[in-house]
């Protein structure tokens, strides 16, 4: 039996591998220390690997050594097994070294491969086939989505419009409708004003002045007009009528001037102005306008036999019908009555053209219509 302390010979059977502790020590080094070894045996310094440099009574922590190459070689047991070291290149110049952007922090890396891959042949969202490099631009995608949102706006608008009742006449229909209510909306003043003054409406271009002498009570057309009259007047309808009657400046001639507010839309009201146009209705002897008499005025005797001169002008662009009709103040009777428009022609030798009765009817009826369309808005025909 080999004496306390000797070594254990070698066995021909493969060595035990090295203990826990001897591989990574869990304890610190005891540096300085007799630590026991083999049992029992004399204190003895701690063993070492060979070629590590030797430690110094200051460290008190376990570190790693490097470890010296030595020849691969079975240790006795409770040895270290030495690591081969990395082969160190030949000594050379230096060549620069690149980092490797996989141990960088700021750079990303994948190791993996990238593979890409061709897209392979699909479908429209209309199920149909889509074929190579038919794949639409984005421009022209963009073009179809701003066309067909703008065709549902559209779309949108007309059909509101249309389930509102609205359309482009409104401004135009609006008009129309104010101009049939200014019978009870404007005062009397601002449709007949007192005295009117017409600048070169006598005859040749003299000026005239007119002041109001009667106002007849507004109400329906019943008597208002001779029955062929009514008759030419009855497609539109009657809503009201309102009359005055003025004289000259010298009291010397009378005239009534007529607005008869109808119940007709605008296009009724363009039919009656086409037919008095093309059949001349409005030169008509036995078409003309009654007068308005007013009692303790200068018009007390102005009845229908002294109606001398008459003019009767159907509006397009609103319901009204503007009419005049003239006469002596003094009663006396017209022979032959002649209308207004003949009247004021130039050569015209009638009693009522002498006396100047057509540029009465036709002066002061258009004075009144201008008031009447200042009140409207804007004329879109202009009485002369």
């Not at 060549?95 to 993996?112: G, I, K, M, Q, V």
């Not at 949108?156 to 409104?170: E, I, K, N, P, R």
């Amino acid at each position: 039996m080999p004496p306390s302390g000797a070594a254990a010979p070698p066995s021909s059977a493969a060595a035990p591998p090295p203990s826990p502790s001897a591989r990574f020590p869990d304890a610190a080094p005891t540096v300085g220390r007799d630590v026991p070894r083999g049992g029992g045996g004399a204190a003895q310094a701690p063993s070492r690997r060979p070629g590590a440099p030797a430690q110094t009574p200051t460290e008190t922590t376990a570190r790693l050594r490097p470890i010296p190459a030595a020849p691969e070689a079975e240790t006795a047991a409770g040895t270290d097994v030495p690591a081969p070291r990395a082969a160190v290149p030949p000594a050379g110049p230096a060549a620069p070294r690149t980092p490797d952007p996989a141990l960088s922090w700021s750079t990303p890396h994948d190791p993996r491969p990238l593979v890409s891959f061709g897209e392979p042949e699909g479908y429209d969202g209309l199920a149909r086939p889509r074929p190579l490099g038919g794949r639409p631009r984005p421009q022209a995608v963009a073009a179809a989505v701003c066309l067909v949102l703008g065709v549902g706006l559209l779309t949108g608008a007309v059909t509101g419009s249309w389930l509102a009742g609205d359309s482009g006449d409104d401004g135009a229909r609006s008009a129309y409708t104010e101009a049939g209510d200014l019978w009870h909306s404007v005062p009397v003043d601002q449709l007949f004003p007192p005295t009117l003054l017409g600048k070169g409406a006598g005859p040749g271009g003299a000026d005239r002045t007119w002041t109001r002498v009667a106002v007849a009570p507004d109400g329906d057309c019943a008597g208002a007009f001779d029955r062929l009259l009514a008759k030419a007047l009855d497609p539109v309808g009657c809503s009201r009528l309102l009359r005055a009657t003025y004289t000259d400046a010298t009291q010397s001639y009378v005239t009534t001037v007529g607005l008869l507010f109808t119940k007709a839309d605008a296009a009724a009201m363009t039919a009656l102005a086409d037919r008095f146009e093309k059949q001349g209705l409005g030169r008509r002897e036995d078409l003309m306008p009654l007068p308005y008499a007013a009692k303790d005025t200068v018009a007390a005797g102005f009845g229908a036999p002294q109606r001398a001169s008459w003019t009767v002008s159907v509006l397009t662009d609103a319901p009204v019908v503007v009419y005049a009709v003239s006469g002596w103040a003094d009663g006396r009777t017209a022979d032959e009555p002649e209308p207004a428009e003949e009247a004021i022609e130039s050569g015209a030798a009638s009693a009522p053209a002498q006396a100047g009765l057509g540029h009465e009817a036709k002066g002061l009826a258009d004075r009144v219509e201008r008031a009447l369309r200042k009140n409207i808005g804007t004329p879109t025909e202009h009485p002369s």
